[in-house]
């Protein structure tokens, strides 16, 4: 009797595939914390090194500056790199910073920013809410916070929009109300208001049960389509297989993998061949006041600013619409015929904030109540950015001599987003603090992981947060 469960178990949950799994984890995650171990002690040099720089030349370096009406600020999201650059923005116009994170990720390496005041951590707010915001709450009140700016994992953004009557009675939330956010993070419930507003977007179906995409009639169609969660998953979202495939039985076959159902659904959307670009938006009722946008990927970890006047116009007439305050980036695709289309929104910061890290004006325009004439975008000073450790195991997949040129052209070009010589530690306590944390956490329970996100300071798993 044993003997038959055992065979009709499916391959995946088998005992031996278990047992493989975890070797495969075990050596996975040694081989990657001796890596960074042969790597720590070229890093500590170069951190001791800006260290001891920054001492030498303080006597003859500019006294820090004086906000005329300084503010305590409450980041959130401490273990990703765009809150270490907004920490690092305000601090440089004369603000105070407080920087909070999950009680998973207290071992965040941007804590020791000196542009950050205090450190904290707090409850995950998936698990209580309640209990999440009652957090908020005495770090607010303990520290005095002035404005709270939360930057948003894909989870806690509706999070805070729920914290934020709550807030609003001690501090000024700089995010959406519940019900924007909501809708502004269904990437059917965006699409749809999109349309209503004149604005370009794709043809899209919202999916609740894979029987729909397998009966749809694709012959009436000019172009495929790809399928996406509509919920945020980290591993699936790269996934854009297009649809039908090349008979029904391997359409049917690749729905049915999907974990599609009324709790769980999807949006089937229009494939539009073209320029894929994100950008960032900083907003305040509905005036566009910081804009950026760069070419984009399924995997982004490389920014560079690039001018596209159709881009910014979409992104104006859809905040000054809905008269948006608060943090939102948007997904486009700019076909051949010149028109963008918006294929998905995010109610939070985008990484691309980093392309700031050299401008003075990005408090102010979080902050300042008087309108400016145009949105700030990066100085024509900023170089692009890039996280070294990623372009360094880039650097393992090269095959040619064209490719090898390309990747180091990036490297000389641009800028490391984390590493400043005037405040180097977060460069050294990221990649050889926080991460081998991870590491070791993992590794303690033999639990796979399919990479690693410098950017956002986190392991990529298989329904990981």
Known sequence: ??????????????????????????????????????????????????????IARSPFTKKAVVAANPQTILVSGAKMTKALQLARSFHAAGHRVILIEG?????????????????????????????YIQALVEIVKKEKVDIYVPVCSPVASYYDSLAKPTLSEYCEVFHFDADITKMLDDKFAFTDKARSLGLSVPKSFKITDPQQVINFDFSQETRKYILKSIAYDSVRRLDLTKLPCDSPEETAAFVNSLPISPENPWIMQEFIPGKEFCTHSTVRDGELRLHCCCHSSAFQINYENVENPQIREWVQQFVKSLRLTGQVSFDFIQAEDGTVY????????????????????????????????????????????YWIYHEIWRLTNIRSWKQLQTRLNILFRGTDAIFRLND?????????WQIPLLLLQNLQKLKGWVKIDFNIGKLVELGGD
Not at 350 to 361: D, E, L, R
């Open 424 to 432: 180097p530690v977060p460069f050294l306590t990221l990649h050889h």
């Open 103 to 131: 009680h998973k990720y207290w071992l965040s390496g941007h804590r020791f920013s000196q542009a950050v005041s205090r450190f904290y951590t707090v409850p995950a707010p998936q698990s209580d809410p309640e209990a």
């Open 342 to 385: 918006a294929i998905e929104c995010n109610p939070r910061t985008h990484s691309a904030i980093t392309m700031f890290y050299n401008h003075p004006g990005v408090a102010e325009a979080y902050f300042g109540k008087t309108p400016l004439a145009a949105p700030l975008e990066p100085l024509a000073s900023s170089k692009p950015t």
């Open 1 to 54: 009797m044993a003997q038959s469960i055992s065979l009709s178990l499916p391959s995946s949950t088998t005992p031996s595939t278990g047992v493989r799994v975890k070797i495969v984890a075990l050596f996975k995650t040694l081989g990657t914390l001796t890596l960074l171990l042969i790597a720590l002690p070229f890093n500590a040099l170069i951190v001791l090194i800006a260290l001891l720089w920054g």
